[in-house]
C-alpha cells in the first residue's frame, strides 16, 4: 500500500485566501518530499521539495512545512488565485524493505483544490 | 524542446494488441522515471533508469511490461498482449545526476484497451 496520504480528497477557498494542504506520510525512513501541482490532461508540475535536514522552506507564494515527530507534510499557498485550481500531490522518495534508499517516488493520491471567487 | 516529451499522447487499442510507448527526457538528465496513473488516483512507480541501465524494475506490475532506454536518452515503454486493466495514464519524468532531485514530467500517454 501507498505510505504516503492526503486528509482531505477535495478543498474548497475563497480566492485571495491561503491554502494548506495536508499529507501524512509512514515511512520514516523516507528523506526527501516533494509537492506536484496536476492540471487536467497535464503531467504533475513540480512546485517545491524540502529534505529530512529541514522543517521549512519557502517559495513564490508557496511554503512547505515538514514535522518529522508526527510524520506530517503541509503546502500553504499564499493569496490562492485561480490558476492554483488543480490536484495537488505529496510524494515521498522511495525506501527498499531493507531501508535502503531507492530513486522513485511514492505519491499520495492527491486533493483538489478548489478555489471559489 | 525544454521540457520531458511523450508520445503518443493517446492510444487506443484492442485487448491483446502490443503497445509502445516513447519518452524523450530533458536534454542531459541521466535519470529517467515510469509511472502509471489510473482515473482520479495517484501516480504509481513502474521503473527507474540511471543512464541505458534499470537498476529497479521492482514497479512494473507483470512480465508483460518491460523498458528500455538507448543511448542514455530516449526510453520506450512496452506493453505486451494488453488487458484492460492496463488502461491508465502513464507518465515519464527525467531528473538530473544525484539522489534527491526533482523529477519532471511529461504529460503522458493516456492508453485505452477496448
Known amino acids: 500500500g501507498e505510505s504516503v496520504g492526503l486528509h482531505l480528497p477535495t478543498l474548497s477557498v475563497q480566492e485571495g485566501d491561503n491554502s494548506i494542504i495536508n499529507c501524512a506520510y509512514s515511512n520514516s525512513a523516507s528523506d526527501y518530499f516533494i509537492w506536484y501541482k496536476q492540471e487536467s490532461g497535464k503531467g504533475p508540475q513540480f512546485i517545491i521539495d524540502i529534505r529530512s535536514n529541514m522543517d521549512k522552506r519557502q517559495g513564490q507564494r508557496v511554503t512547505v512545512l515538514l514535522n518529522k515527530t508526527v510524520k506530517h507534510l503541509s503546502l500553504q499557498i499564499a493569496a490562492t488565485q485561480p490558476g492554483d485550481s488543480a490536484v495537488y500531490f505529496c510524494?515521498?522518495?522511495?525506501?527498499?524493505?531493507?531501508?535502503?534508499?531507492?530513486?522513485?517516488?511514492?505519491f499520495g493520491k492527491g486533493t483538489h483544490l478548489i478555489i471559489q471567487p | 524542446g525544454a521540457g520531458v516529451s511523450q508520445s503518443p499522447s493517446n492510444k487506443v487499442t484492442e485487448k491483446g494488441k502490443d503497445v509502445e510507448l516513447r519518452c524523450d527526457p530533458i536534454?542531459?538528465?541521466?535519470?529517467l522515471y515510469w509511472y502509471r496513473q489510473s482515473l482520479g488516483q495517484g501516480l504509481e512507480f513502474l521503473i527507474y533508469f540511471q543512464g541505458n541501465s534499470a537498476p529497479d524494475k521492482s514497479g512494473l506490475p507483470s512480465d508483460r511490461f518491460s523498458a528500455e532506454r538507448t543511448g542514455g536518452s530516449v526510453s520506450t515503454l512496452t506493453i505486451q498482449r494488453t488487458q484492460q486493466e492496463d488502461s491508465a495514464v502513464y507518465l515519464c519524468?527525467?531528473?538530473?545526476?544525484?539522489?534527491?532531485?526533482?523529477?519532471?514530467f511529461g504529460d503522458g500517454t493516456r492508453l485505452s484497451i477496448l
Open positions: 510524494a515521498e522518495n522511495r525506501v527498499t524493505e531493507s531501508g535502503g534508499g531507492a530513486d522513485g517516488l511514492t
Open positions: 519524468a527525467s531528473s538530473s545526476m544525484g539522489s534527491n532531485q526533482p523529477q519532471h
Open positions: 536534454s542531459g538528465h541521466t535519470a
